[in-house]
């Protein structure tokens, strides 16, 4: 069965730019994560959705920092303007249910130069 | 709120040694926790998990017992491969809390030398 997918795997940008990360979750699975990982901060949530619809968007940072999911097996996570403090790895998971066990995506890694 | 807390790293044991990583937790519900491992590279990878009080999770020789008296959930294994080396998460979920985010600690790195 195939993971959960995400795109790019690396992203090089320069800083202002449009970053767009995109993120195939598990196909049946309802639920769908964003976590950013920093040495700094370590896992952090950004935003969560149950059946398409944002849950819980406290996470997110800043409002350069939006994400979207019109379909159960398509969700991007959009960061216009990027900034250097952005470089980080992003993390994609879905699950079943909320209360399900999460499954992660491999990640994509954002350099914001 | 919740929280997780793990130990600090590196942990660096020679292959076939015996592994503890403590996790505890601060929790105001019944939460479920798991330990998740990232290997260099790649996404998190589930490893085990726990959903009530003396529930032992275990996989690939690795176990953890859920301690509902010490708010722990210790991640041991008898003998370690140099393969294990990796970096190891303890997380919680809390729904009682009003959310479905799963809380990490700051994360363990093993590093096993042959």
């Known amino acids: 069965d195939a993971g959960v997918i995400q795109s790019p795997r690396h992203e090089v940008t320069e800083m202002g730019q449009e970053v767009t990360l995109r993120c195939k979750p598990i196909?049946?699975?309802?639920?769908l994560f964003w976590y950013r990982q920093t040495m700094m901060r370590g896992l952090e949530l950004l935003i969560y959705f149950n059946n398409n619809v944002p849950i819980d968007d406290s996470g997110m940072p800043e409002d350069r920092f939006s994400a979207k999911m019109p379909n159960a097996s398509f969700s991007t996570l959009k960061i216009q303007p990027s900034e250097p403090r952005d470089s980080a790895v992003y993390f994609c998971?879905?699950?079943?249910?909320?209360?399900?066990?999460?499954?992660f995506g491999p990640g994509t890694r954002l350099l914001v130069l | 709120g919740d929280s997780v807390t793990q130990m600090e790293g590196p942990v660096t044991l020679s292959e076939e040694a015996f592994l503890t990583i403590n996790c505890t937790y601060t929790a105001t519900g019944y939460p479920s926790l798991f330990w998740y491992v990232q290997y260099p590279g790649e996404g998190l990878q589930l490893l085990l998990k726990?959903?009530?009080?003396?529930d032992k999770g275990s996989n690939k020789g690795f176990e953890a017992t859920y301690r509902k008296e010490t708010t722990s959930f210790h991640l041991e294994k008898g003998s370690v491969q140099v393969s294990d080396s990796a970096v190891y998460f303890c997380?919680?979920?809390?729904?009682?809390?009003?959310?479905?985010?799963?809380?990490f600690g700051t994360g363990t790195r093993l590093k096993v030398l042959a």
């Open positions: 997380a919680l979920s809390d729904p009682s809390s009003g959310t479905y985010k799963y809380i």
């Open positions: 998971a879905s699950s079943p249910g909320l209360q399900e066990t999460q499954y």
């Open positions: 726990a959903t009530k009080a003396d």
């Open positions: 196909s049946g699975h309802n639920s």
